[in-house]
């Protein structure tokens, strides 16, 4: 959803990179060469399946690999005037150390991305957030899909920079990485354990 806004914020199309960091909101705001795009308010089975996607990647990550792995909301930029804001990334120690003292991620090696409800948002997460991650690359690409009770796993083929398909997992299934070979999920968890 593009938002329409008022006289006293800039123009849709005229947004900037300073323009945008300065927002403060309790929403999610991404940023596309000048135009806003406001993400749907999570749900809490949405948040829940974050979380416990989080504290899973971050416990692996913690005793095999390093590096990071944050949640929304934390504005990830891939070129200026372009800002996502992944549910969960993975920032490699090579990409922590390039960091410095920035106080936003440049890419990204691995996105999460949970389907929030709507056709909008399955568009945006299966088609737009792909090719933008793809284009800057992101090495790995999950989409956690709770209508579908499915997590698709994509791995960037960096000769055509575009995703194949790791896998489709459902219930019943570990979702693996292509990325990290023992990083592995139980698909049923993810949306049993999510629950409230």
């Known amino acids: 959803m593009i938002i329409p806004l008022g006289s006293s914020l800039p123009v849709q199309g005229t947004w900037t990179e300073c ?3 300065a927002l403060d909101t309790n929403r999610l705001i991404e940023l596309t060469d000048g135009y806003l795009e406001v993400l749907p308010m999570p749900t809490l ?13 971050k416990a692996h990550i913690k005793t095999s690999i390093g590096g990071l792995v944050v949640f929304a909301p ?7 005037d372009l800002y996502r804001e992944p549910d969960i990334i993975y920032l490699s120690p090579d990409r922590v150390t390039a960091m410095g003292t920035a106080k936003y991620p440049r890419g990204a090696d691995l996105v999460i991305e949970v389907v929030s409800e709507g056709d909008e948002a399955r568009e945006r997460d299966y088609i737009s957030k792909r090719a933008i ?14 209508e579908q009770q499915q997590i698709s796993v994509l791995s960037l083929d960096v000769s055509t ?36």
């Open 19 to 21: 323009d945008y960091l």
């Open 133 to 146: 991650y793809a284009e800057h690359g992101v090495t790995e690409y999950w989409i956690v899909d709770p």
């Open 45 to 57: 089975l949405h948040q829940l399946i974050v979380d416990f996607l989080h504290s899973l990647l």
């Open 74 to 80: 934390l504005p990830v930029k891939f070129r200026p």
């Open 161 to 196: 920079s575009t995703y194949r398909e790791h896998g489709v997992f459902k219930p019943g299934q570990q979702a693996t990485s292509a990325m990290f070979g023992d990083f592995t999920v139980a698909v049923s968890d993810v949306f049993s354990h999510s629950q409230p």
